[in-house]
């Protein structure tokens, strides 16, 4: 397995990376990154209805979507991400909860008591504090997640609240974390 942790936080190249390693590479691999202020917007969502644009200009943070479904993440620098790109066989591919337990066992020798918890997300004392999404590429699959350890927490909640009545569409709308 490649272990790649790289010091380049713009969140356009980490994106960028994520989808070269995955189609052009064959190695199972793992990717550590930290982004620069961005909220990272999945593949099938709105992005007029996630993010607050005004906020997100003001204060230089940076909009990207990803190969991968789900909501939109704020990541900043105090935000690790990590992505972790597999061969499997067809059916065999999605398994959130197996590529977050190596997660779950490092954080617990750190003393840090985390569950996996619903589909895709990892908690501590019931709050979240991980949100993780996969994609699927011929017969690999792309799993990534985010750490919140000391985000800016006032900024995600700024940028990320947009009143969702305010669009109508079909674009699918996110489940919020608490």
């Given at each position: 397995?490649l272990?790649?942790?790289h010091?380049?936080?713009?969140?356009?190249?980490n994106?960028?990376?994520e989808?070269h390693?995955l189609?052009?590479?064959?190695?199972?691999?793992?990717?550590?990154?930290?982004n620069?202020?961005?909220v990272?917007?999945?593949?099938?969502q709105n992005t007029?209805?996630?993010v607050?644009?005004h906020?997100?200009?003001?204060?230089?943070?940076?909009?990207?979507r990803?190969?991968s479904g789900?909501?939109?993440?704020y990541?900043?620098h105090?935000?690790l991400?990590f992505?972790?790109?597999?061969?499997?066989?067809e059916g065999?591919?999605v398994d959130?909860?197996?590529?977050?337990k190596?997660?779950?066992e490092?954080?617990?020798k750190?003393?840090?008591?985390?569950?996996?918890?619903?589909?895709?997300?990892?908690?501590?004392?019931g709050l979240?504090f991980?949100?993780?999404?996969?994609?699927?590429?011929?017969?690999?699959?792309?799993h990534?997640?985010t750490?919140?350890?000391?985000s800016?927490?006032?900024?995600l909640a700024?940028?990320?609240?947009?009143?969702?009545d305010?669009?109508?569409?079909r674009?699918?709308?996110?489940v919020?974390?608490?």
């Amino acid at each position: 397995m490649l272990c790649i942790y790289h010091r380049n936080s713009n969140p356009y190249f980490n994106i960028a990376s994520e989808e070269h390693l995955l189609k052009r590479f064959t190695d199972d691999i793992f990717m550590l990154y930290i982004n620069s202020p961005s909220v990272i917007v999945g593949k099938h969502q709105n992005t007029m209805a996630e993010v607050d644009y005004h906020f997100a200009l003001e204060n230089d943070i940076k909009i990207v979507r990803r190969l991968s479904g789900g909501g939109a993440v704020y990541h900043d620098h105090g935000n690790l991400n990590f992505c972790f790109i597999r061969n499997g066989k067809e059916g065999a591919l999605v398994d959130f909860k197996g590529f977050t337990k190596p997660i779950i066992e490092i954080l617990g020798k750190l003393g840090v008591e985390a569950k996996f918890e619903g589909h895709n997300s990892l908690t501590i004392n019931g709050l979240k504090f991980s949100g993780n999404a996969e994609h699927i590429f011929k017969q690999r699959v792309m799993h990534h997640g985010t750490l919140l350890f000391s985000s800016d927490l006032q900024a995600l909640a700024n940028v990320l609240y947009v009143s969702i009545d305010k669009y109508s569409d079909r674009a699918v709308k996110s489940v919020r974390a608490n």
